[in-house]
């Protein structure tokens, strides 16, 4: 039987002892294979169109060029979009959340998530998954929710069927395919083929734009508002 490729993996952090902490554990991962470190946004960038990773761990201050823009030039252009990005970091104040989110990162995990989990999480956002941090999950919904004006009635979300609404509200909530299904009782094929209409219906980069765009137009506050 053929093996399993492995995940392509890159660490970008200034700090040269957080950044080795950060390769040796993805190193003792049989699954993973670490393509190249990188000190700075500017480096990150350049490490993204030599090695093309399939995931990037992102520090978000960084000399030079910091991890949201870096990972804004990244997902934007052709040659490296294909990469995913997940944000590291020790600061999880709103903004840096939010701002990293809409520059098209696929998660945001805080530095002192545990190794079982960080090595989970790059499986997952190699798998095309959304990835959040629990702790700071509800801030960024909170801070979507009350800083950005919804959308009128000829927003994005216009061009949806009501089964498409329901169901990226479900994502929107947080909910993975296999929940979907078992809420919505349909197969997990049907699932998946909705959550992809959803993602070319909506010009959508993955769950994460999903989930911002459902709560920009309101969606979630008339979800939250039923009985």
């Known amino acids: 039987m053929e093996e399993a490729a492995r995940i392509r993996v890159a660490v970008v952090e200034d700090q ?47 000399p030079h060029l910091d991890g949201v823009a870096a990972t804004s030039r990244i997902v934007a252009e052709a040659a490296t979009r294909s990469t995913k990005v997940v944000i590291l970091t020790t600061f999880d104040a709103d903004r840096y959340v939010h701002d990293a989110l809409r520059a098209g990162a696929s998660g945001f995990l805080l530095k002192d998530v545990v190794a079982d989990d960080l090595l989970a999480a790059v499986r997952i956002v190699a798998g095309g998954e959304a990835l959040l941090s629990p702790r700071i999950t509800r ?73 911002i765009i459902a709560y920009e137009c309101g969606l979630m506050a008339r979800s939250s508002s039923r009985p």
Do not use: W
């Open 139 to 211: 801030r960024l919904i909170e801070h979507v929710a009350a800083q950005t004006p919804h959308r009128v009635d000829t927003d994005l979300t216009s061009a949806l069927t009501p089964r498409e609404r329901e169901l990226l509200v479900a994502v929107a909530s947080g909910l993975t395919n296999a929940e979907i299904s078992a809420e919505h009782f349909i197969s997990m094929s049907t699932t998946k083929t909705h959550v992809s209409h959803l993602l070319d219906k909506l010009g959508a980069r993955d769950r994460v734009q999903l989930t």
């Open 16 to 62: 040269a002892l957080v950044r080795s902490g950060f390769v040796a554990l993805l190193r003792s991962d049989p699954g993973l294979e670490v393509v190249g470190e990188a000190e700075d946004g500017i480096e990150a960038i350049r490490l993204a169109q030599s090695h093309h990773p399939d995931v990037m761990l992102m520090d978000i201050r960084m």
